[in-house]
């Protein structure tokens, strides 16, 4: 799943998004979320709570993440670790310069599955 990520990442947009990772979860068994943050501005704290907690019962195959201020790369790390401790969930993320690169990170991830 490509998502790109404009302004703030809102609990509506969240909700929306993981219903949707849940169902591609259901129907493939797996999933990998590529991630456009080079516009976003911010994961409000109730959202990364609602992410954390959708996390309890779902795991994501890996996520790269591409295009990522500083800033956004620390809120993203730092809610990405609560996930893996309050989940026990190993899920792989790793930023990336670029979209390209994101995509083949992604091919020899899932190709290791």
């Known amino acids: 799943m490509h998502l790109k990520f404009r ?3 809102v609990l509506e947009h969240a909700k929306t998004v993981h219903e949707y990772l849940a169902q591609i ?3 493939t068994g797996r999933c990998y979320l590529l ?3 080079s516009q976003m501005n911010g994961i409000p704290t109730d959202t990364r709570r609602y992410v ?4 309890k019962q ?7 993440v591409y295009g990522a201020s500083f800033a956004t790369r620390a809120i993203a790390t730092l809610m990405f670790q609560a ?3 309050v989940g026990a969930q190993q899920i792989e993320m790793e930023f ?3 979209e390209a690169e994101a995509r083949r990170w992604i091919a020899a991830h899932s190709a290791r599955a």
């Open 7 to 9: 302004g703030p990442f």
């Open 25 to 27: 979860m259901a129907e």
């Open 35 to 37: 991630a456009d943050m």
């Open 52 to 55: 954390g907690e959708w996390h």
């Open 58 to 64: 779902h795991t994501v195959s890996g996520v790269a």
């Open 83 to 85: 996930v893996r401790i």
């Open 96 to 98: 990336l310069r670029d």
